[in-house]
């Protein structure tokens, strides 16, 4: 019951918000962050080892890293590299297109 649920959640709360194989191979469960994202390789976002370490300025971060899709690909957004969901009224989970896909790993020089 319950006392199962805590222990899931809990080693849930432990994994990495996202990975880098062989510094390179960019791993995550949901998909690319909003913004100008850096530091994939160093500082502050490694030190963030799990979604218990994202404070309030990472929140949206790791909320992107974590649940974010692939847009739909839709001639009429070409410029736009994120777009709103259907899954979530509030905004805050959006769909990543192809040139946030691009640029994010371009900046960071990754796969």
Do not use: Q, Y
């Not at 194989?21 to 994939?40: A, S, T």
């Not at 390789?41 to 692939?70: H, I, N, Q, Y």
Request: overall charge negative; some cysteine; aromatic content about 6%.
């Amino acid at each position: 019951g319950e006392k199962v649920w805590r222990a899931v959640n809990k080693g849930f709360a432990e994994l990495p918000v996202c990975g880098l194989v062989g510094g390179k191979i960019f791993l995550c469960h949901g998909g690319v962050p909003r913004g100008d994202v850096r530091d994939m390789k160093s500082g502050s976002f490694r030190k963030m080892r799990s979604v218990l370490d994202a404070d309030d300025e990472r929140t949206r971060l790791v909320r992107d890293l974590l649940w974010s899709d692939p847009a739909e690909e839709d001639p009429g957004a070409a410029d736009m590299t994120h777009t709103p969901s259907d899954r979530c009224n509030d905004g805050s989970v959006v769909n990543f297109t192809n040139k946030a896909l691009d640029a994010f790993m371009a900046t960071n020089n990754i796969s």
